[in-house]
């Protein structure tokens, strides 16, 4: 069976087009936030100087959090979708089955509770009211569920079972049982996976540890040992002039960017640089382990931004709560 084409080459672009000027849109104003609240910052770390890694973090939050919001949501949204689309299909085939036409049929259809699907079904029973084609409201319908692959996929196969003139109702059913098939294997999947989801977590949560475990005792008594080495041309032997010190990288130029990170979150001192790369590396952590989880469970990387929400807040607070001062 050969796919369906939704959209033809020329009609493609005007309302992706918009769609990606209404996302600029919303980013634009996200760093304008992110923005406004560093001036605050800055503004009231003269009155206390400690008040600046809050604005900071809060700054970060509000130019990356609503994007990650809005993008699970969406997800989440089609997922619902696709929980409701097989009993949508097996009702709209009993009504064909019971004569109905194809437009009655699914103007009853939109009298049913699916869920987040119902927006959509009534959606298209209202054009057809209007005296738009069938098939041209499922054609529309397959532009706005872009988002799912298998919702798109299953209209395409409708669209072209009733330009054939086939058994629509029985397509209907074969794609609702088939639909139901698949959610159950993906649930025994993410049952599956539950154990190593807790295991990701689990090192997650000893990757901190680790972070502030250095920290705090080893990379301490590092700096403590070189702070009060200073061997003077006499205990070594003679030699002039011969001094250990601890050398601070963040007077390197290829440091200094990640210096200046580190004081966003309140880090100084000489271990500022070792500071702030322990603060980096539980980003990247946080970041890589919340795609892998989204990947893992539902094949979809979009899936893992609550998780990475999760780690990245939990590792800001954290490092900023251990390592800060």
């Not at 004569?99 to 029973?125: C, H, Q």
């Amino acid at each position: 069976m050969s796919p369906i084409i939704f959209q033809r080459a020329g009609d493609r672009k005007k309302p992706k087009l918009e769609e990606k000027k209404t996302l600029y849109e919303y980013r634009y104003l996200f760093i304008l936030g992110f923005f406004i609240i560093i001036l605050l910052g800055v503004a009231f770390s003269q009155i206390n100087s400690k008040l600046m890694p809050l604005f900071v973090m809060l700054g970060m939050f509000t130019c990356i959090l609503p994007y990650f919001v809005v993008e699970y949501m969406e997800f989440a949204k089609y997922k619902k979708m696709e929980d409701y689309f097989p009993f949508f299909l097996r009702d709209f085939a009993e009504a064909i089955r019971s004569g109905m036409t194809f437009p009655a049929a699914l103007r009853m259809t939109a009298k049913v509770d699916y869920g987040a699907l119902s927006a959509e079904i009534r959606r298209a029973a209202a054009q057809l009211s209007w005296g738009v084609p069938f098939v041209k409201v499922l054609y529309k319908m397959g532009q706005r569920i872009r988002g799912s692959r298998i919702l798109r996929q299953c209209i395409a196969i409708i669209i072209e079972t009733f330009n054939s003139g086939g058994d629509v109702a029985t397509t209907m059913d074969s794609l609702a049982d088939s639909m139901t098939t698949l959610r159950e294997m993906e649930m025994e999947r993410r049952a599956a996976l539950s154990q190593q989801i807790i295991v990701i977590y689990l090192v997650f949560f000893i990757f901190l540890g680790l972070l502030i475990g250095m920290d705090k005792y080893l990379l301490q008594r590092f700096m403590t040992t070189f702070q009060s080495a200073s061997i003077t041309a006499t205990e070594v032997g003679g030699i002039g002039g011969l001094s250990i010190k601890m050398e601070n990288y963040c007077n390197y130029h290829i440091a200094l960017p990640i210096c200046i990170f580190g004081k966003m979150f309140g880090f100084n001192g000489t271990d500022l640089y070792f500071k702030s790369m322990f603060l980096i590396m539980a980003i990247i952590q946080s970041v890589c382990q919340g795609v892998l989880i989204g990947i893992m469970v539902e094949n979809n990387a979009k899936a893992g931004f609550k998780h990475i929400a999760i780690m990245l807040s939990i590792s800001l607070v954290a490092l900023s709560l251990f390592l800060g001062g």
